[in-house]
């Protein structure tokens, strides 16, 4: 995927990478049907340089055995995470005739398959948390009624967490949202550990709406491309894209004079045997980072800056902002060509519009002084490998950039 040859630029005496990886991966310690340590070998094996596994609501940590039921599936995998590490390294104990393993701990892994400066695992969570509605109401003068009761799914990546964020729930989806960056805000200010936290397929049941995120403060980052079968990227008849939705959000957050929201790319993987566009599969989505070295720190910080874009397959030689102008190079595969479509939002504007296109490997975008923010899709000819939804041509996103003499 033209990531293990990195691409490096001089910036500030430092010499910057590009590293690739993913941050939201699910195995055996939630839902997911893999045990952790295959989960990493798949990735550190494609070329990967960093890896979350942020199943829900755990950090892995503690005793936690599995029975290895009759289900063909789980025997299969079993015997093949037996014949990769062995009986010194995979724990069994047989209850009442069932054969249980013990999966092992984030550290127990981290330490069996990081590679310092070449694979990092970062511990994480799914904060998989919900809006529940009562589905009463008080009708005119004081009448209670009843309403159906509204439950919606909020999920979040907690990334980098030293401690197990408990869903916090709320009274509205913002603030199930909100109490949720506020918790992990709160371990960072305690441990003075860099993390982040990642608003996860807003689109999945349409359970997060543009203005549900608008409202938030200290959200700097959600999933514009997920891997999941089920989170409706592109939306339908009556709801937006993510994509559509990011660029309206910032417009919000730029009146209200808060921070540009970054878009990343994830695979939210939960199966690694079944492959097709009805399962949620390994490689479909990542973000590619440049960073100066290969650390959780680094890399959230970088990813804070704005350093990175999000990828289903494109890979960038080099994105920068220069004297207000957007400068792009791909890194080039033989036979394939590539649209790329510069997206901002005039002043005073409302609305996103598509300013320019370019056929080619490369564009220098000027960024006048009358646009609000701008940002780069790059469209390839070459279709994806296991697609989901429409979404059938290898993608890539930059992240948007401030004009003119914004703050």
């Avoid at 809006?131 to 909020?154: C, D, H, R, T, Y």
């Avoid at 514009?224 to 709801?239: A, F, I």
């Avoid at 930059?398 to 003499?405: A, K, R, S, Y």
Wanted: hydrophobic share 35%.
């Amino acid at each position: 995927m033209g990531c293990k040859n990195n691409p490096k630029k001089m910036n500030k005496g430092l010499t910057q990478n590009w590293y690739k990886g993913n941050l939201h991966t699910h195995s055996l310690w939630s839902d997911g049907d893999e045990f952790p340590e295959r989960i990493l070998d798949w990735y550190k094996d494609k070329g990967y340089h960093f890896l979350a596994l942020s199943d829900h609501n755990t950090v892995s940590e503690g005793d936690k055995w599995i029975t290895v039921s009759e289900d063909s599936l789980l025997q299969r995998t079993f015997q093949r995470y037996l014949e990769a590490y062995g009986e010194d390294w995979v724990k069994t104990k047989i209850d009442s005739g069932r054969t249980l393993v013990k999966l092992r701990t984030f550290r127990e892994y981290r330490d069996k398959i990081g590679e310092p400066g070449a694979f990092l695992v970062i511990h994480a969570e799914e904060i998989s948390d919900r809006f529940q509605s009562p589905g009463n109401a008080m009708g005119p003068e004081g009448v209670q009624k009843k309403l159906p009761p509204i439950s919606k799914p909020v999920h979040m990546g907690a990334i980098n967490v030293k401690e197990l964020i408990p869903p916090q729930g709320g009274n509205t989806v913002t603030e199930v949202i909100q109490n949720n960056i506020d918790a992990l805000q709160k371990q960072r200010a305690k441990t003075g550990v860099p993390m982040m936290l990642h608003l996860n397929h807003p689109n999945f049941y349409y359970a997060v709406s543009p203005e549900d995120i608008m409202a938030l403060k200290g959200e700097r980052f959600f999933e514009v491309y997920n891997g999941h079968p089920m989170v409706h990227n592109m939306g339908d008849s009556t709801h937006i894209s993510t994509e559509d939705m990011w660029d309206l959000i910032n417009i919000s957050y730029l009146e209200d004079h808060k921070p540009l929201l970054y878009g990343l790319a994830t695979d939210d993987t939960h199966h690694y045997h079944n492959k097709a566009s009805k399962w949620s599969n390994a490689g479909r989505g990542w973000v590619m980072v440049q960073a100066d070295t290969l650390s959780a720190p680094a890399l959230i910080d970088a990813m804070e800056k704005g350093d990175f874009y999000a990828s289903t397959g494109v890979t960038l030689q080099n994105v920068e902002n220069v004297h207000n102008t957007l400068n792009i190079i791909i890194q080039e595969e033989p036979g394939v060509s590539y649209e790329l479509t510069l997206i901002g939002c005039k002043k005073g504007g409302s609305e996103p519009e598509e300013l320019k296109s370019v056929t080619g490997t490369r564009a220098s975008f000027k960024l006048s002084d009358d646009l609000l923010f701008a940002r780069c899709r790059i469209t390839s000819s070459k279709l994806q490998e296991n697609p989901i939804e429409n979404i059938f041509y290898e993608m890539a996103w930059t992240q948007p950039v401030l004009c003119g003499e914004n703050p």
